[in-house]
């Protein structure tokens, strides 16, 4: 949620920020701004909108060789240019991710002391205060020092003083912070994608450092140097481009065959099972939270372990009640999810044993857990999480599988065999995303509302397909539990009202039957993603998808709905990779 960047080097600066920038679109877009040096002179050029707004009004080519950068998600303030970052108070100029959560005491002393702000941001008042100290010392190692004293939230800073016009400072507290290195060119950015067309070398900024980066970078902690350890990012560069495809989205979901193989490979490896434990929470966002449904009736029908799973927002304020034997598992994309973060750091004030699954690595949540899981989907770009759900939903149902193996409840064979069928439900998860889903869309696009419903297995996979179209498509969707949506919901269908049905789960595939028929008596208009073929006055439209096996099945009907999600979208006109309004980082609470 925002993104910052900065540079210092010896090439030209702005087409660096701006690049970098756009890498960091997906953590907010309703404004944006950079600031330079030239000739000793500060320049702040800010924008309401997207980049690419102040794209048009930077002269590329400008020669000057270091600035800052933000690309924002509005928390105080509306998203317009005299609260876009950066802003510049006295000396100080600064860009940030994060919320002072004590800006108001902060603002209110500093207005004592005859500062003026003009924005209604958290932000401007750090620059203040950054300013107000450094005045008295006129030493930005001290005034530094100091300020990470006074400060309450979250934040990661890039920080420029008119009196140091060669040198970026930064500083991080929970919000992620890296500094890039090439030759003698640094970087700072709040994710890898953001360099990764310059260097794939980083330091990754830690709480209480500070880095101060010009003609060299030198790290401090408490006022003392200190050496760290370079950084290598793995990955392949391609993957923050958009390699030909009109979306991010679509390029990522080209890639889940791929993932899964991955992700199979990654986790045969992986010791970690849940066999020690007597009863788990899943704790997550989004469609990560999604992902734990998923792995509830898995782990729950298999593992014989019993589920509770919570939205990371609630779980962090609910009263405990903490049991032996028990697994706190965090899921999260990006690793940054500020409720998920937290609901980690509660339950380990309570010692509860705690498992990340994170695709970012080396992200917040992926160090706080005891034991990580990487998700094996790469960087993912586009705001609505296709890859990662999917790596999400693999890694989950191979944990279950691994567990019940162990556990005795299935035989070598029969493990060996679902295992090997993961390799299986790569390649039709190809097949299924290369068929054509324009008649489903055709369908939907024009519609005001509609439902996704599902039974079991089938209702979790349901919630996200709702999720994913209402986040690209803007189109008002609910997901119901089939056998609920009779107990008031279904005064809300129409004739023609679009209604998406999941029936992968062969345990209560009659019972939804039953209740499609009770949708289209009222007039719905019944698209059934089924495994198995339907009787013809129980659908409208049927899609049919592989049968495998419960454990890979669920990535069957997933494909399906990302596809559906994306041209409803796109017949409708949306910015499918930067939807209004979303955020793919969310690190404000
Ligand atoms: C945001 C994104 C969602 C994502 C959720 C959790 O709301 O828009 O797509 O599922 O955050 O993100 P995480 O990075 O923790 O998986």
Same mark, same amino acid.
């Not at 100080?92 to 002391?113: A, K, P, W």
């Not at 039957?513 to 409208?540: F, H, M």
């Given at each position: ?8 080097? !010896? ?12 890498? @960091? ?14 000739? /000793? ?55 940030? %991710?994060?919320?002072?959560? &004590? ?18 941001? $958290? ?61 003698? $060119? ?78 199979? /490979? ?72 500020? $409720? ?7 339950? !380990? ?83 299924? @995303? %290369? ?40 189109? *008002? ?38 209740? %499609? ?19 013809? $006055? ?8 592989? *049968? ?32 209004? &309004? ?8």
């Amino acid at each position: 949620m925002c993104g910052i960047v900065g540079y210092v080097g !010896k090439k030209k600066a702005i087409p660096i920020l701006l690049n970098s920038l756009k890498a @960091l679109e997906y953590r907010g877009y309703d404004s944006a701004g950079i600031a330079y040096i030239k000739d /000793h002179d500060i320049h702040i050029i800010k924008k309401q909108g997207k980049i690419k707004n102040l794209e048009q009004s930077l002269s590329i080519n400008e020669d000057n060789h270091i600035g800052i950068g933000h690309t924002r998600w509005a928390t105080h303030g509306i998203p317009n240019e005299v609260n876009a970052h950066p802003h510049k108070v006295g000396m100080i100029t600064l860009v940030h %991710n994060g919320i002072i959560e &004590n800006y108001e005491s902060l603002r209110q002393d500093l207005t004592q002391d005859s500062y003026t702000f003009k924005s209604e941001t $958290d932000t401007e008042v750090v620059a203040a205060l950054i300013d107000q100290m450094y005045q008295k010392n006129h030493d930005m190692l001290q005034t530094l020092n100091e300020v990470t004293k006074k400060l309450e939230g979250t934040y990661a800073f890039g920080i420029l003083c008119d009196e140091h016009p060669d040198t970026i400072y930064a500083i991080r507290k929970d919000s992620p912070l890296i500094i890039g290195v090439q030759d003698e $060119d640094y970087f700072i950015a709040s994710d890898v994608p953001a360099i990764l067309n310059y260097t794939k070398e980083y330091y990754l900024l830690e709480q209480g450092e500070i880095a101060i980066l010009n003609d060299t970078c030198t790290f401090y902690v408490e006022g003392k140097e200190i050496k760290k350890k370079l950084k290598n990012f793995e990955g392949d560069s391609s993957s923050v481009s958009k390699s030909g495809y009109e979306h991010f989205m679509m390029k990522e979901m080209m890639e889940e065959p791929d993932v899964l193989r991955k992700t199979v /490979h990654h986790m045969k490896e992986e010791t970690f099972t849940f066999k020690d434990y007597q009863s788990i929470d899943i704790v997550a966002c989004g469609s990560a939270y999604h992902t734990g449904l998923v792995g509830k009736y898995l782990i729950e029908q298999y593992a014989d372990i019993p589920v509770n799973v919570e939205v990371a927002s609630e779980y962090r304020y609910k009263k405990f009640f903490p049991k032996k034997n028990h697994l706190v598992i965090v899921i999260s994309q990006s690793g940054e999810t500020a $409720d998920t973060l937290a609901a980690l750091k509660r339950a !380990k004030e309570y010692s509860l044993d705690t498992l990340g699954i994170v695709n970012v690595k080396e992200s917040s949540i992926a160090r706080e857990a005891d034991q990580v899981i990487y998700t094996m989907a790469g960087p993912e770009i586009a705001v609505a999480t296709t890859k990662a759900y999917l790596a999400q939903v693999t890694t989950l149902s191979l944990l279950a599988l691994k567990t019940a193996y162990e556990k005795d409840l299935m035989t070598k064979e029969e493990y060996e065999e679902i295992l090997h069928s993961f390799d299986v439900g790569a390649v039709k998860v190809g097949k299924l @995303l %290369n068929k054509d889903y324009s008649e489903q869309a055709k369908q939907i696009y024009e519609k005001t509302d509609l439902f996704y419903l599902g039974r079991g297995l089938d209702y979790a996979l349901a919630m996200e397909g709702s999720l994913k179209l209402k986040e690209i498509s803007y189109l *008002h969707s609910e997901a119901y539990a089939s056998g609920e949506l009779k107990h008031g919901t279904i005064s809300l269908v129409e004739d023609g009202t679009p209604v998406i049905t999941v029936m992968i789960d062969d345990h209560i595939r009659s019972k939804s039957i039953s209740n %499609n028929k009770e949708v289209r008596a009222r007039g719905g208009y019944v698209i059934a993603i089924s495994n198995t073929d339907l009787p013809s $006055d129980s659908y409208d439209d049927l899609i049919l998808v592989p *049968h495998i096996n419960d454990f890979v099945n669920p990535m069957m009907a997933l494909i399906p709905m990302q596809m559906i999600s994306y041209y409803v979208a796109k017949a409708r006109g949306c910015d499918i990779d930067k939807p209004k &309004n979303l955020a793919k980082s969310v690190t404000v609470e």
